[in-house]
């Protein structure tokens, strides 16, 4: 009974054994992970190890897991524009490292490669980018710094085998003083448009009465001349033409019962 119960220990202390042993061989990667491999007698090994369950040799060799997903990173920087005008700037960076060259990372930079590389020459290349225009082109012409700034990052960027998947300026603001100025200019313009618009305003005031004196003068001209051609026969048509019109009207009202001179009264208007 001894024996057996010997024998089942032994057993299994020897499965547990080859179960430890076979455990210490293997190590998994997890989705979005890749792993290094770094051999205590031959330094860290090119191959790249994805996801699943890997082989290695126990106390040999050590996996190092590196993540290698998209990841974002914000870069926040103070520095002077052309004209000397201070600048807060922040730039947002999605960035990733290049699968196969892991072990280059890993040996020239280490497992915390972003916050080793990327703040250091982003910085730098903001301050490079920004002293090349001045504060209102920075506001006009925005676009065109990003597009620098993401060219000249992205150019570094694979030199330290990393990939930039987007880089986006999210904040630029400028100093106290400029930003006053800024908006002491706004409110000039408002201001000389607001006056532009009413010297506009009375210029096309100023036409319209022209044009209307224009047009009453050419009026007076063309009946002066029409007076001229027909003579006094105008003159005494519309003389006729209101006496009728007076001799109808009192004709029809109820307080008037007599009215000399019929339709004729007014003829002698004028006469002298």
């Given at each position: 009974m001894d024996k057996a119960m010997r024998k089942l220990t032994w057993l299994g202390a020897g499965v547990a054994?080859?179960?430890?042993?076979?455990?210490?061989?293997?190590?998994?990667?997890?989705?979005?992970?890749?792993?290094?491999?770094?051999?205590?007698?031959?330094?860290?090994?090119?191959?790249?190890?994805?996801?699943?369950?890997?082989?290695?040799?126990?106390?040999?060799?050590?996996?190092?897991?590196?993540?290698?997903?998209?990841?974002?990173?914000?870069?926040?920087?103070?520095?002077?524009?052309?004209?000397?005008?201070?600048?807060?700037?922040?730039?947002?960076?999605?960035?990733?490292?290049?699968?196969?060259?892991?072990?280059?990372?890993?040996?020239?930079?280490?497992?915390?490669?972003?916050?080793?590389?990327?703040?250091?020459?982003?910085?730098?290349?903001?301050?490079?980018?920004?002293?090349?225009?001045?504060?209102?082109?920075?506001?006009?012409?925005?676009?065109?710094?990003?597009q620098q700034i993401n060219e000249l990052l992205a150019k570094r960027a694979e030199e330290s085998h990393l990939l930039l998947d987007d880089v986006s300026l999210t904040h630029l603001t400028f100093g106290k003083e400029f930003t006053h100025a800024v908006e002491l200019k706004q409110v000039a313009q408002q201001e000389a448009e607001r006056a532009r618009y009413v010297v506009e305003k009375a210029e096309q005031i100023k036409k319209a009465a022209i044009i209307s004196a224009e047009g009453d003068s050419e009026a007076a001209e063309m009946l002066s001349t029409a007076f001229q051609k027909v003579g006094d026969s105008l003159i005494e048509l519309r003389k006729l033409e209101a006496a009728e019109e007076i001799a109808d009207t009192l004709a029809a009202s109820p307080n008037i019962t007599y009215l000399p001179g019929g339709k004729n009264m007014l003829l002698n208007v004028g006469a002298r």
């Open positions: 054994g080859v179960g430890a042993c076979v455990q210490s061989c293997l190590y998994n990667v997890d989705g979005g992970h890749r792993a290094v491999i770094y051999d205590y007698m031959r330094g860290v090994l090119p191959d790249v190890k994805g996801e699943g369950t890997h082989f290695r040799i126990p106390i040999l060799q050590r996996p190092i897991i590196m993540d290698a997903r998209t990841r974002p990173r914000n870069v926040h920087a103070s520095t002077p524009s052309k004209d000397l005008q201070t600048v807060n700037i922040t730039l947002r960076v999605l960035f990733r490292p290049i699968p196969e060259r892991l072990p280059q990372i890993y040996t020239q930079i280490g497992v915390n490669y972003d916050d080793v590389v990327l703040p250091s020459y982003t910085f730098e290349l903001l301050r490079a980018v920004v002293a090349q225009f001045d504060a209102s082109e920075l506001i006009t012409q925005r676009e065109i710094v990003s």
